[in-house]
């Protein structure tokens, strides 16, 4: 049997049918309802269905909607076990059980299962992880160099605007990479140069774009040989087609290389550098919260972790007390 609807050539889920119904019903709840994007959706199903697959194995049987709800915690912490044999990391161990909750969690709600076992079992606290970010002058010289790896003039003024946009507005690369050609008629409009950027959970927001981004943007789209109609994808691929983050990803490793840059010099890093250089200068919480999406200011608050060494740095520059303290 299949339930992945949502993906059906990628995931099979062991279950009974009544459970793979339900099944179904949880994964159009979380693109439906949670807005969940589809890397999401297809993390929590493969976590599912590996859950599946053990409880196959454990109890002797497909699992039904009766077999979860007769699950006790030794079962869940058998699961967690069986997992860290197979060499499960610490963080893929907190997402499978943070999946299992959620999944149980909307299957009572739905009246299918009610199993309080699953809410008893406690996984290791992860440590905060901190934003990795490119210094100033490795974040400029990844974007000055980025058009120096393509052969072609129109592909190489492509990776400059983008590799500004991530930089210079703080974009999640699927963020940039959903943006339309349209966008570029709010440039130099009566509010300014902005974008209207679709977050997580279909969340808009409008960023400020600087005139070197703006006009990278333009020049690119002047190069491009693809047309560009208002829904047209704003970044293409040598087809014509939207360009894809792989290609974008294996230009980050190439320049990572070409400048000796750390392996965590990502595009996302970009993004990392974006918020990390506004906090060095000054910039508050809560608009650079506003600027990067955040649902959260705890999250936006890693960034202060982050820019601690160069706090300190000025600190002991500037502070009349710091040097006589030495």
């Not at 919260?289 to 060494?309: I, K, M, N």
Request: net charge positive; proline share 4%.
């Amino acid at each position: 049997m299949d339930a992945a609807t949502l993906n059906p050539a990628a995931i099979h889920f062991s279950a009974r049918p009544d459970l793979a119904a339900a099944i179904d019903a949880w994964r159009t709840w979380l693109t439906a309802e949670r807005r969940a994007s589809r890397h999401t959706a297809d993390a929590y199903a493969r976590d599912f269905a590996a859950f599946l697959g053990f409880l196959t194995t454990h109890i002797g049987a497909e699992p039904s909607l009766a077999s979860l709800r007769d699950l006790k915690a030794s079962d869940f912490r058998s699961y967690l076990a069986h997992r860290a044999n197979d060499g499960l990391s610490r963080a893929s161990m907190a997402r499978a059980m943070s999946t299992l909750r959620n999944a149980f969690r909307f299957l009572d709600r739905a009246g299918h299962v009610h199993n309080p076992a699953v809410g008893t079992i406690k996984t290791a606290r992860l440590p905060k992880s901190v934003p990795k970010a490119l210094t100033a002058d490795d974040a400029l010289a990844a974007v000055r160099e980025a058009s120096a790896l393509q052969e072609e003039p129109w592909m190489a003024s492509r990776d400059t605007a983008l590799l500004l946009l991530l930089y210079g507005c703080g974009l999640r690369l699927g963020e940039a990479l959903g943006l339309t050609c349209g966008v570029l008629s709010t440039l130099g409009g009566r509010a300014g140069d902005t974008l209207r950027v679709v977050g997580k959970g279909n969340k808009e927001r409008i960023v400020p774009v600087l005139p070197i981004v703006r006009d990278a943007l333009v020049d690119y789209r002047a190069q491009c040989p693809f047309a560009g109609e208002e829904e047209a994808p704003l970044f293409v691929g040598a087809r014509g087609k939207q360009l894809n983050p792989g290609v974008v990803q294996r230009q980050m490793r190439r320049l990572r290389a070409l400048l000796g840059l750390a392996d965590s010099a990502t595009p996302h890093a970009l993004r990392h550098s974006f918020a990390t250089h506004l906090l060095a200068k000054g910039g508050d919480l809560r608009t650079i919260q506003e600027l990067l999406g955040h649902a959260s200011l705890s999250t936006t608050q890693r960034y202060t972790a982050v820019d601690l060494g160069g706090l300190s740095r000025v600190y002991d520059a500037a502070h009349p007390r710091a040097r006589v303290a030495k």
